[in-house]
């Protein structure tokens, strides 16, 4: 895996469409952790977001994780849905409970 500070991948325009908080603004990504597993690409980043209008704003910070094919000619099923993490968490918990491998050797 792979780390960025900034969504030099570009990230924020392919989850977009597929946030799943209803109401969300200005949505950012940054910290993101990439990698390739098989046939299909993952990422986990930090996505900070607003909720709310005007006086109850709120401004939110979470991390979320997707994956995608491998490849412009790679076909596999789209995955589903971006996973987000429980936002109570602490945000290093947050990237923790969204590792597919909990137990493999750091």
Do not use: C, W
Not at 31 to 42: A, L, M
């Amino acid at each position: 895996m792979t780390y960025s500070p900034t969504d030099r991948l570009r990230l924020l325009a392919r989850i977009a469409d597929r946030f799943p908080v209803a109401g969300a603004a200005d949505l950012e990504v940054g910290d993101v952790i990439y990698g390739s597993e098989g046939d299909r690409y993952r990422y986990v980043f930090t996505v900070r977001y607003t909720v709310g209008v005007i006086r109850g704003k709120r401004s939110l910070r979470r991390v979320a994780a997707f994956s995608e094919a491998r490849g412009k000619h790679t076909i596999l099923p789209p995955d589903p849905a971006m996973t987000m993490a429980n936002e109570q968490l602490p945000l290093i918990d947050q990237y923790r409970s969204l590792d597919p491998h909990p137990h493999r050797e750091k």
